[in-house]
């Protein structure tokens, strides 16, 4: 029995494009199309008025002009939010927050291997000290991407202190960019935000926190966002980092996200190699989505 082709979007809209005109079928079908692939009623029925708009003012019935239009207006929409990682201080400190699973120590591994190859100097603080496990991972992720690491020097040591000693190492050795990981769940969700906003208050004593960078796992959608919201509420976020945007069936919480939270997409991760974290390019990632 032969496997099926898996849905996407790209694929959804390729079929809807090629028909000879644009009549009401089209309109169900793309509205239908959006909703699968995530972007949430409200963007699109948003995405969707606009659209109809359009196309009555240019009296075309033509579904390449559609393509184009749909193209062009998600470009639109991301790009209203600047995606450009602000890393000009030294060092500069990025915090790193989302909840456990989402693929958050792998992200700092491919965050750092990102900043190498642009021949910056890293060193990444494992503060996640309630999990030894994520330590060891985070030490092997860092190596693998030519980075420095700061462990705990014992075992459950406050992850405030493990972030301040890293930021201290960073301003010893001439380290560009600290990158420190954070616990993804403690027992309270309560304790949780108070063990980040005690860290965040160590750290800005000794600089200024660049980046505060929430990961969410694009393939759980509004489910995982629904899960963040404590951070985006208690963190200070500054960027979003979408990590298993392997195709376009959950393309569309890459719009969704954004406006439901009003905070730019920094980085996405689109495999489970260590060169998979790319920098987030509205034009880029509307071409790929639509065609």
């Avoid at 090629?18 to 948003?46: P, R």
């Avoid at 496990?133 to 462990?151: F, K, N, P, S, Y």
Wanted: charged fraction near 25%; avoid cysteine.
């Amino acid at each position: 029995m032969a496997e099926r082709t898996p849905w996407s979007l790209t694929g959804a809209l390729r079929g809807m494009f090629a028909k000879k005109t644009i009549d009401a079928e089209t309109w169900e079908d793309l509205e239908d199309a959006l909703i699968k692939a995530d972007f949430g009623s409200d963007v699109t029925d948003a995405v969707v008025s606009e659209l109809r708009a359009k196309v009555a003012r240019y009296n075309t019935t033509d579904p390449a002009d559609l393509q184009r239009m749909l193209r062009e207006g998600i470009e639109e929409r991301l790009a209203r939010l600047d995606p450009t990682l602000r890393l000009s201080e030294r060092p500069a400190i990025v915090l790193v927050v989302g909840v456990n699973g989402v693929g958050k120590t792998t992200t700092i591994g491919k965050f750092a291997k990102f900043l190498r190859t642009y021949n910056r100097s890293v060193l990444i603080g494992a503060a996640d000290t309630f999990r030894a496990a994520a330590v060891e991972q985070l030490a092997t992720w860092a190596e693998r991407a030519g980075a420095e690491i700061v462990r705990p020097q014992i075992e459950g040591q406050d992850p405030a202190s493990v972030a301040f000693q890293t930021v201290e190492r960073a301003k010893a050795t001439g380290a560009e960019i600290v990158i420190i990981d954070t616990a993804g769940r403690l027992q309270t969700k309560g304790g949780l935000m108070d063990e980040l906003t005690k860290i965040r208050r160590v750290l800005e004593k000794q600089g200024p926190i660049a980046e505060v960078l929430l990961v969410l796992d694009a393939t759980t959608g509004q489910n995982g966002l629904a899960q963040a919201e404590a951070f985006i509420e208690h963190a200070g976020v500054t960027g979003l980092v979408l990590t298993k945007l392997d195709g376009s069936a959950k393309g569309g919480f890459v719009l969704a996200v954004q406006e439901k939270t009003g905070i730019p997409i920094k980085l996405v991760g689109q495999g489970e190699g260590i060169n998979d974290l790319t920098g987030f390019t509205p034009h880029v990632f509307a071409q790929k989505l639509v065609g």
